[in-house]
């Protein structure tokens, strides 16, 4: 077992050298990959540039010819990611530490992403402080910043490099006592609007023998539940809120992406569905909202969160686009409407209480569903205790009638 310590030995040999023996100080092997293009190093790597070119599907010569900064940074990002996939599934890579600025930031997480979570993943960034999504994505990549920049060692990037490749060491040095649950694991979405709805239906589900796994809809939370849900994790789906795709519809900041709702529908794992939050639309403090929205309805949840009323028309649009995905499905799916409303501030009194709006969208999703997902409507809210139960009796008894509730 090793720590595979990535950076592009043509610009940061001495700062890569100096972190591979803080860690084999530590009686913990390196697997050094090489990812820079220009020039030759001086250090002997593990992996070479050239094999992580040709894992990248070309050569390392074509690249230098090339001289596409862009070409080549994507190229090595492919190939590090699948020699470090090939390190983990053979036991090697135990841990994962990159170093440097925003090419090999690039590089080294985008290899980071392609292991599993809960292997330990550290990148030491002069682009950690910032906007990291297009780093850390959906995985657990955690991000240092190195404060000054990684170009040669000094009393502040030996510290900052110390700090890193230590805590590495901690971490696949002090393996975690965690016992892996033997119990069927549920997943759930959650946002702060439908969170009296989850926090009920997983009590009821966990006093049924489930583990439950909670994902903020957040757009990243989305996404990591789909992944996880293709690895095998998830038995079955609680997706109480499917907000992300009023994001993804409308053009807010939360939005998980086009593939949301697919990924239970293809593995054929047991769902339940409901419409939680698609009466809005996320966006940061109410000064970032673009002046195209301007006339809405608007809901300020917090200083930088902003939230906008989803019009009946955008509403339609969302039950075709939902009931087609959920008609793809190949396991047990229903779809579970809460016609009291859909967050806790769509209903009678709050900001965003639109009948119009919801009918619209129950409408759709009426219209365009196919036989093959059930259909339940409660005549309750979404936060409702009756709407709770209905929608965790559901996926108990569709995990109960498959292998997924063992």
Sequence with gaps: MAVVLIGTLDTKGEELEFAREIIEAHDIDVHLIDVGVMDDPDIEPETSAHDVAEAGGTSLERLREGADRGDAIETMGDGAAAI?????????????VGLGGSGNTSIATTAMRALPVGVPKLMVSTMASGDTEPYVGAKDVMMLYSV???EGLNQLSRRVISNATLAMVGMVANEPDITVSEKP????????????????????LESKGYETIVFHATGTGGR??????????VDGVLDVTTTEWADELVGGVLSAGETRLDAAAEMGIPQVVS?????????GPRDSVPETFEGRTFHIHNPQVTLMRT???ENAELGEIIAKKLNASTGPTALILPLGGVSLIDVEGEDFHD?????KLFDALREHLDENVELVEVDAAINDEEFATAIAEKLDE?????????
């Design 84 to 96: 470090a996939s090939r390190l983990h599934d053979e036991g090697v890579l135990e841990g994962i």
């Design 148 to 150: 000054a920049d990684i």
């Design 185 to 204: 694991t549920v997943a759930i979405t959650m946002f702060g609007v439908t969170t009296p709805c989850v926090h009920a239906a997983r009590e009821y």
């Design 224 to 233: 990591a539940m789909e992944q996880l849900v293709r690895q095998g994790v």
């Design 275 to 283: 419409p939680g939050a698609l009466d809005m639309v996320n966006f």
């Design 311 to 313: 019009t009946p028309e």
């Design 355 to 359: 009948p119009e709006a919801d009918s």
């Design 398 to 406: 569709y995990l109960r009638a498959t292998d997924g509730g063992r």
